[in-house]
């Protein structure tokens, strides 16, 4: 079975600190995705990843950054964190190519910003 | 503009009332359907992949249809166990999602 964690279930940061969010995936995938689902909105894509140091723009990715410097870990940053990135982060892992091969999901963070 | 829509937005059903959830979408170019089922406070877990019209899924209670412009997921005899948020989601370029159906089934 695919296995997708992530770091923290729930976490509770202050206006202006700087947030890391990390996702590791135990099945040798080369896609990982970072989304954010906020109710009425969806799943929006904040930044994807299709190999080791690669990383690429999803919709969404003013006031984030990422990092995968090793193939099974994709990490979200939130360099200054605010109030309106208050939300539940979801991490996801596909196979060899591109999106057309499922993706699998993480637990979720729900992150809250004070 | 790629697009995909979830109706009804919720739905309420007796136990061992069957019903259907629709997921309708407008796409340059369709390489693929999922459908996703969601717990509160959890991450989607995969359900089924349909790749072109006519393709139809089944698992347990469930099962996935697909035509040119649509999707149906079809719950037969639902129990509460059932009661969960229903995503679906298209492949272009990349997922796009629709805003889910969100499915309480009381006993």
């Known amino acids: 079975d695919v296995k997708v964690t992530q770091s923290s279930r729930y976490l509770v940061k202050r206006t202006g600190e700087k947030v890391f969010l990390e996702c590791v995936q135990d099945?040798?995938?080369?896609?990982m995705f970072w989304y954010r689902q906020d109710p009425g909105l969806g799943l929006r894509l904040i930044y994807f990843s299709y190999d080791v140091k690669m990383k690429e723009k999803g919709d969404i990715p003013e006031g984030y950054s990422v990092s995968r410097e090793k193939k099974e870990r994709f990490s979200l940053i939130l360099e200054s964190a605010s109030t309106n990135q208050t939300s539940m982060y979801l991490c996801?892992?596909?196979?060899?190519?591109?999106?057309?091969?499922?993706?699998?999901f993480g637990p979720g963070t729900r992150l809250t910003v004070l | 503009e790629d697009q995909v829509t979830q109706s009804p937005e919720a739905l309420r059903l007796q136990e061992g009332e069957s019903s259907s959830l629709n997921c309708s979408y407008t796409?340059?170019?369709?390489?693929?359907l999922f459908w996703y089922r969601q717990d509160p406070g959890k991450g989607p877990e995969f359900l089924f992949t349909l790749y072109s019209a006519g393709e139809e899924k089944e698992k347990e209670r469930l099962k996935a249809t697909l035509t040119k412009k649509e999707s149906f997921l079809h719950i037969t005899a639902p129990k509460p166990e059932d009661s969960a948020t229903y995503l679906c989601a298209v492949d272009t370029d990349k997922l796009i999602f629709g805003t889910g159906t969100r499915l309480q089934v009381f006993p």
């Open positions: 996801a892992s596909s196979g060899p190519g591109t999106s057309r091969n499922t993706q699998y």
């Open positions: 796409v340059s170019g369709l390489r693929g």
């Open positions: 099945m040798d995938h080369e896609n």
